[in-house]
């Protein structure tokens, strides 16, 4: 109705193409306009200033011989002040930015290498952006924002680098394994050293103590007891530890046979072995 009275309304975010008898004559911002039919006048279409989006997929090659399918996102909208080029000068405007994008994407992908690829996709975002920025202003429209949103290689290259990656994780937690287990045979060789370091100072203070409660009970024993010499007070000492230590290897459940010289010449013989040998610790410490 409206149009058979000559009345057109304009949404907003977009503008109308006015003709005059099939001439450009105006572009009609939003609201309400009369074009009068009798005398040639009418709307031609409308075209949308809204920001729209076109996803391009492109294979191409790399420089590896690696084919590869390249997503390109683009973001870009009609320029109100130079509605006329954008209505008239493209037929197919969303055609004609694929084809200066497969053009970039193919001029600059077989130039770089699989991993360069992955690492300069800005790059070769901001190359198709600025050619297509550089194309489509002559036609009207601003390119608003170009995303490489999406490299995938052939299937089986993906597989390959999946295993190599796979592989090199593998060999740094070999590593990392062996170096903990390096620590801990150098923490286990160390704690066992000091360990035994720390048994040899206790043996050595045991056998000290042992030298010094001897001596201290010959002095005091001799002192007591007037007339006796030290080696009488030592051979008593030494028979009665002896003979206490008879009882213990018996009285143990735990114990094995035990078999050492025995006779009326042995007591003495021992007693004279001890001596000997608590004598000579004695001088090493």
Not at 132 to 151: N, P, R
Request: net charge negative; aromatic share 6%.
């Amino acid at each position: 109705m409206g149009q058979a009275l000559g009345c057109v309304q304009v949404d907003q975010s977009t503008v109308a193409i006015a003709e005059t008898f099939g001439k450009f004559d105006d572009v009609l911002e939003p609201g309400f306009h009369c074009l009068p039919w009798c005398f040639g006048k009418k709307s031609a279409g409308i075209l949308s200033l809204r920001v729209q989006q076109l996803d391009v997929k492109c294979e191409t090659k790399t420089k590896d011989n690696v084919f590869v399918n390249v997503v390109a996102s683009i973001q870009y909208r009609a320029l109100a002040d130079k509605a006329q080029d954008a209505f008239y000068k493209l037929s197919n405007t969303r055609s004609q930015i694929q084809s200066y994008v497969f053009d970039v994407i193919r001029a600059s992908v077989p130039k770089l290498e699989l991993d360069a690829v992955f690492e300069q996709k800005n790059d070769i975002a901001r190359a198709v952006e600025e050619e297509l920025e550089k194309a489509m202003s002559h036609y009207g429209f601003e390119i608003v924002q170009t995303l490489i949103v999406d490299i995938e290689p052939d299937e089986r290259v993906k597989r390959a680098m999946n295993e190599i990656n796979a592989a090199a994780r593998m060999r740094v937690a070999a590593n990392e394994k062996a170096e903990a287990e390096k620590i801990l045979q150098i923490k286990r060789a160390e704690g066992d050293a000091e360990s035994k370091y720390l048994a040899g100072l206790g043996v050595a203070r045991q056998r000290q103590a042992i030298v010094d409660g001897l001596r201290d009970s010959v002095l005091a024993f001799s002192v007591n007891v007037p007339g006796t010499t030290s080696k009488d007070v030592m051979d008593m000492v030494l028979v009665t530890q002896y003979f206490d230590t008879m009882k213990e290897i018996g009285a143990s459940s735990k114990s094995n046979s035990v078999f050492i010289p025995h006779g009326p010449g042995a007591v003495r013989d021992v007693a004279s072995q001890i001596r000997d040998g608590l004598l000579q610790a004695g001088q090493n410490n």
